[in-house]
């Protein structure tokens, strides 16, 4: 089992900045993949970034490519979500998630989630 701690969410003005972390523990090894969902009210949960955990590719959600940056520390078994530029619409749950690959097969690992709220 892998546990995921999301932190750094809550209120910024539009235009603002935040940086969240997400800290793993567990059976880090087998996680082969991180990334960072969202979910507004009433909307369905949707993927912002991913990151493979050892060569680094990345791949972003078009509504935050170019405001967004996801980067990882495996030393510190910990991924980042900066995000810049923010607006009103980027309001939502921000899910940490860990993909893990092992003789159980592939697994989803969920963090319990953090706040963002942009407004004025």
């Known amino acids: 089992q892998v546990q995921l701690v999301e932190s750094g969410g809550g209120l910024v003005q539009p235009g603002g900045s935040l940086r969240l972390s997400c800290a793993a523990s567990g059976s880090i090894v087998s996680i082969r993949r991180w990334g960072w969902y969202r979910q507004a009210p009433g909307k369905e949960r949707e993927l912002v970034a991913r990151i493979t955990r050892y060569s680094g590719i990345t791949d972003y959600a078009d509504s935050v490519t170019g405001r967004f940056t996801i980067s990882r520390d495996n030393a510190k078994n910990t991924v980042y979500l900066e995000m810049n530029s923010l607006k009103a619409e980027d309001t939502a749950v921000y899910y940490c998630?860990?993909?893990?690959?092992?003789?159980?097969?592939?697994?989803?690992?969920w963090g319990q989630g953090t706040q963002v709220t942009v407004a004025s």
């Open positions: 998630n860990a993909e893990t690959a092992d003789s159980m097969g592939v697994l989803e690992h």
